[in-house]
Structure formats: C-alpha cells, structure tokens
C-alpha cells in the first residue's frame, strides 16, 4: 500500500493506522530478512556443493529480528519513535550492504559454472546522517517523524521491488544450473 493512503488512513482514523503501518513495516522486514537469509542458503549451497550447516554460518543475517508489536507501542512516545524509525533506516542499510557482499560472492563462483548470471546492481540507498536526522526532529517539534516514516516505508518498498526481481533471476539461474549438470 503506497504511503499515501496509510498517511489518509491514519487522519482519518484519528492516528490507528499510523500503528497498523508501523506494524506492518516491521513485520514485513522482519520476514524479508528470513527470506532473504534462507534464498542466501539456498543459492549458497547449490554453487558450492557443500553441507548446510556450514553455509549457515555465512549466510546468517547479521540484523536481528524487531519485535513488531513492541516497537509499535514504542512509537506512542516520542523519543523512542524517532529512535525506532532511525534504527529501521540504519537496518536497511546494513541489510542492503550484506546483500552486495552476497551479491558479489555469487558472481564470483557462478563465473566457473558454465551458466550466465545477469544480476542488476542495487541502488545504494542515501546515507542518513544521525545529526540531521536529530535536528530536523528537533527543529519541526516531532513534525520530522512523518518524514522519516514515509522514506522507511517507500526505500523498504522499493527494496522489496528489487529484492523480487533479483530472486527470481537467481531461480532461474538455479533452475539452469540444475538443467545443465542432468
């Protein structure tokens, strides 16, 4: 659901969806980092030939997991919302640089398998300065949290976007991998 509508949800519901999009956005990334960490196995495992309980050492994800319930009640204070929309930002872009390393050690080991890999580079999301992102929070009186949130909820959105592609172009890969070593 785009922005947009959760920011009209919300006034019209006298702030309630503003909890559900909070919610929500944890929940969401909380489930892509499993994703992510069992397509890492996955894609791992294939192109070495090796026992899983290894690769899972590798591939674990380096973020934790957010409790989505609590950080959403958090967000009714002030200072722990701001301290909530920082952190999922920072996550993302932790998340988004392990994904390059990943990226960039499954080229390397397809190049010796015989079968093409396209994969697109990923869009380097915007550093996010701890100091502007207290001061504009100072300076708007809290205004700057309806900022923050909606660049979370789009660059995870645009993330996921580029996540589906690049899955689906790893599948694929695998399933010529598999067509070519029968």
Known sequence: MWFSMWAVLS???FGIAWFSLIYYSIKRRNNHLLRQEKLE???LNK???TDAKEDAME???QLSQRNAVVWTISTILVV???YIFYVLMVDLKKHEMHEHEFLSEVVKLAKGSGVPLDIQEFVDLPSISRDKFVALSVVTCGLAGV???YRIFNEYNSHFRMQ???EDTLLSFLEELDKKQK
Do not use: D, E, H, N
Request: glycine share 0%; charged share 20%.
């Open 11 to 13: 006034v019209a519901s």
């Open 41 to 43: 196995k996955l894609v």
């Open 47 to 49: 192109l070495k030939k």
């Open 59 to 61: 591939t674990k994800s």
């Open 80 to 82: 722990p919302a701001f």
């Open 147 to 149: 900022y923050w949130i």
């Open 164 to 166: 589906w592609m690049l």
